[in-house]
């Protein structure tokens, strides 16, 4: 009566909420765990099934809850969500996400190796330096704009502020403001060689990874969009087929409907919105090249759409086509257009 067979693990910094349950559904424990006593408590226990809510820390502790001989099953967060009753707290949480991890229909996040997790994670840190370097850019730009020096919009167009920075024989810029401003051009200088170095390091991995390889052949695709989608979606046949991997990127539409009525709205931005964007920057490429109009679809969506819907339809077809090259492991072919 008293073994445990479930688990709803609600995990957190320091204080992790425990909600266990025996095969009669009946609560056996509720308690709060210490960072440093998770492994030695569920190391006494017996095999059993634990849920999680798919967040930052999740992956590590799956994998150290499965060499303890567990079965660990990682929720969305939005899934887990619908099970909370009344008033949501880490208990409400952890009882929540007992009661998920038992639905037969419910979807669960495959969880990472170290390798995979940090191949991700390259991709991570290059895209905090890019967010950095764009706000430093903007900075600059608005700091140089107070003294009457205004540049076009674009990363090109900053090397004209550093080039005025750099001439001390230009009086346009206060000498104190110029070696503050300094210091932000010295930052850009870091930033940019630290991005390199990643970049570098990116291409090395999709060169080391054969799916990476075989993504890089999709026409819109690069060592960038490529190594990323090798590392973040590691099992591909979690998904059914290929509209269903493109649907949880978030770029198909999204449904609204109510008395056998579905009314068709705009995307619906859900998922990882990282490799969204890469796919329709990817697209946007793809439409801008010379041979666009070279493929019938693209030449008629073209004419009859904006050039950024008819990038999301095409940012969606690639996605379609990345889920196939990655399940049947085989290059891309392009389709055959008739003369």
């Known amino acids: 009566m008293t073994e445990i067979t479930r688990i709803g693990l609600d995990i957190a910094k320091n204080v992790f909420e425990v909600h266990a349950v025996n095969a009669q559904e009946q609560v056996v424990v509720r308690r709060s765990l210490r960072r440093n006593q998770v492994l030695s408590w569920f190391a006494k226990l017996s095999p059993c099934l634990i849920g999680m809510e798919a967040c ?8 150290e809850l499965t060499a303890l001989g567990h079965t660990v099953r990682l929720i969305p967060p939005a899934y887990a969500k619908a099970y909370v009753r009344r008033n949501k707290n880490d208990s409400a949480d952890a009882a929540a ?4 991890v038992s639905r037969p229909s419910m979807r669960f996040v495959p969880i990472k ?18 967010k950095q370097q764009t ?8 700091l140089m704009a107070e003294f009457g020096i205004v540049v076009p919009q674009g990363p090109q167009h900053i090397r004209k502020l550093l080039a005025i920075l750099a001439d001390p ?47 890089d052949t999709i026409p819109g695709f690069g060592p960038i969009l490529a190594g990323a989608i090798a590392a973040i979606v590691t099992e591909p046949r979690h998904y059914d087929s290929g ?28 998922g990882n919105g990282y490799l969204r964007r890469l796919l329709v920057n990817g697209a946007m490429a793809v439409l801008c090249g010379k041979n666009a109009r070279n493929d019938p679809w693209l030449a008629k969506l073209l004419d009859t759409k904006p050039r950024k819907l008819a990038a999301v339809a095409l940012a969606n077809k690639m996605a379609r086509i990345a889920w196939a090259v990655m399940t049947r492991q085989e290059d891309f072919r392009p389709r055959a257009v008739p003369a």
């Open 135 to 142: 706000m430093t850019q903007n900075s600059l730009r608005g």
């Open 113 to 130: 190796t170290e390798e995979q997790q940090a191949a991700a994670l390259t991709h991570k840190a290059r895209q905090m330096l890019i």
């Open 97 to 100: 996400i007992c009661e998920a």
């Open 169 to 215: 024989e230009d009086g346009r810029v206060p000498d104190v403001a110029r070696a503050a401003l300094n210091t932000m051009a010295n930052m850009l200088t870091a930033l940019e060689q630290q991005i390199d170095t990643l970049d570098k390091a990116i291409r090395a991995q999709v060169r080391a990874n054969p799916t990476a390889r075989r993504l």
């Open 56 to 63: 930052g820390t999740a992956t590590y502790w799956a994998r």
């Open 243 to 270: 509209r269903h991997f493109s649907a949880s990127l978030g770029i198909v539409p999204r449904q609204d409907g109510t008395g056998g009525k579905v009314k068709l709205g705009p995307i619906s931005k859900r």
